[in-house]
């Protein structure tokens, strides 16, 4: 890719978001941007975004839109992120979008992938996936690590989470609806939206992202 390369990842949970956002960064030396991951990497480094997330996760609030920009912003800065960056659960809302367009100026997103999944295969997807409490990677029901409870990369405690039951899971799909349409919207308007098939084998999927960046010359 030539220069910062920008690319927003939209989708249902268990869409597979975050394995085609790891390949897409291991690929193109891109930073896999999740707006968990910058939360916790903040805390642990203890900087002063860092403390003030600490106080408010503490105290069992939200992160405030205003401070997950501004953790997105500086960690854009950093110098392993100079390629650019997938970005993984985030923006979550269109006032996020509309932040993260001033973040990047005069550089853009320059690509917004909907991978999409019937309703019924997330419910089928999350019900059967396991998380390690350490790492966050995430196996199926039927890996060894789900079955032993260990996690085969860093030997954390390999668990379900506790929204990962189908009653849980129907909430986050309406809350989905709810909050990701504006972002389609935002992206589609823009003409930055490619809508790909989810049901279908990593390596296709994979393909067809591929294809999009290629197609916009940004591979």
């Known amino acids: 890719m030539a220069g ?5 990842l939209l ?5 597979g978001k975050g394995t085609q956002s790891e390949l897409l960064c291991a690929r193109h030396g891109l930073v896999h941007l999740s ?3 910058i939360l916790r990497a903040a805390v642990k480094a203890g900087s002063d975004l860092g403390r003030e997330v600490s106080r408010i996760l503490e105290a069992g609030e939200l992160v405030s839109d205003d401070l997950v920009n501004r953790l997105v912003e500086e960690r854009l800065g950093a110098p392993d992120a100079a390629a650019g960056a997938v970005f993984d659960g985030y923006p979550r809302t269109r006032g996020q979008a509309e932040a993260l367009d001033r973040i990047l100026a005069p550089v853009a997103v320059g690509l ?8 019924a295969l997330v419910v089928e997807r999350l019900s059967g996936r396991r998380v390690c409490e350490g790492c966050g990677t995430i196996y199926s029901v039927a890996d060894p690590s789900a079955q032993t409870g260990v996690c085969a990369r860093c030997g954390g405690r390999v668990v379900q989470r506790a929204d990962d039951t189908p009653e849980a899971i129907g909430a986050r799909l309406s809350a ?11 992206y ?9 098939d989810g049901d279908r084998p990593v390596e296709a999927v994979q393909a067809s992202i591929e294809a999009a960046l290629a197609a ?3 591979a």
């Open 112 to 119: 917004c992938v909907l991978v999409e999944l019937p309703d």
């Open 4 to 8: 910062p390369t920008y690319v927003v």
């Open 176 to 186: 989905y609806e709810r909050d990701t349409r504006p972002l389609v919207d935002f």
């Open 35 to 37: 707006t968990g991951d």
């Open 188 to 196: 589609d308007a823009r003409g930055l939206l490619e809508r790909v």
């Open 11 to 15: 989708g249902k949970q268990g869409a």
């Open 216 to 218: 916009r010359g940004l």
